[in-house]
């Protein structure tokens, strides 16, 4: 049997940017396919259940869809590496985990499709690409691509909020372009499970589609550098003169990136409050039997939630997805003894992320069989 993964993936999906660099960076032996190969629909998806990427299928032919879930397959397996011990940073860590995968949608969405001039060529290229080359690729192709510009609006990015999404983002890159002055990676020497899942957004469409990567090359050079470090085997540090290898010690979370979380809240926190009201209501109103699937992807939308932030109203689609992962930060919180949970709620207050340590759904979600699934 070889030891070489199945990763199905491809190079401008965000969430496959997430389980790759986890792969590369573990030195896990994989080759990347497409979905469109044949072997996708015949072997994976029955298997995975969705046909969303990335999936992973293990020299043993057991199919792992999704990110988070392909990451604690490997975590748990090897260890916990990219787990740092002290609570702090353990909840930090889950918390950019999450709002990579779910809380960057907006400005990933809007430099990717309303900067046409400069990147529908290269975005183009690769949609083609992801298909095979039947007589309907191109006809898909333009399906896909107007699917995706329809979601930038479902995630709240309208002509009205594009100010406020770039005036966000740029305070968010200056924020976190200000942390890797000092250190490579989130918490220090090593990534941690928050550096896979802040990579998502930030490789597949803010560091690689033409007009954001500009953008990122000129105004946050070192935002750009720990894109491409993330993307490498090996540490990747030649500019910090006197590199540690570790997490920061004593359990330190840097001013620096709790500065990058302060802005972050600005968003995440009201619109996490309004997706939970939504998706509360719908909970109420269809009493999903437990084990069902927790739908609310663009494909099978439950409503939107409505917030505002900095004077500007915008309504978001509401994701489940979002609570599963979110429930991972509350669960280790809970787990934690009370001084240290009181460390923890003083530093999430100071920077306005509090309130996620209790914003929750009336119905936990579990994973069953590649779902995220209701419990009771
Ligand atoms: N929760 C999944 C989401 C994966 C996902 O939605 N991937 C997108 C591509 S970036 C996809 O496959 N979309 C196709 C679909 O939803 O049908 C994960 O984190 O892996």
Redesign the pocket.
Known sequence: MTDVHRLYA?TH????G??RAYLIKQGIPFQELS?GHESFKAEVLPKGK??????LVTPAFEVI??????IEHFEAANGRPCQPAGPRQQIISALFDVIG?DGLLRPAMHYRWNYPEENLEFVGYHFLHSQRDTPQRQDKTDYMMDRMRYAAQIFGVTEQSQGLVEELYLEYLDALNGHFEQYPYLLGWQPCIGDFGLL?PMY?HLGRDPHPARLMQQRATRVYRWVERMNRADQDVPEYFTPGTEFLANDEVPETLLAVVRVLAEDFVPETRAAAECINDWLAQHKPEAGTAAVG???NPLGNGEFTVRGQTISALAQP?RF?LLQRVQAIYAGLAATDQASVKQMLQACGMSDILSIKLDRQLERSDNL?VWQA
């Open positions: 491809i999906s965000l969430y496959s997430r389980a979905t969705l046909p969303t990427i990335p999936t869809r999704d990110g988070a879930a392909i995968t998502a597949a992807r663009l494909a997805y599963y995220e």
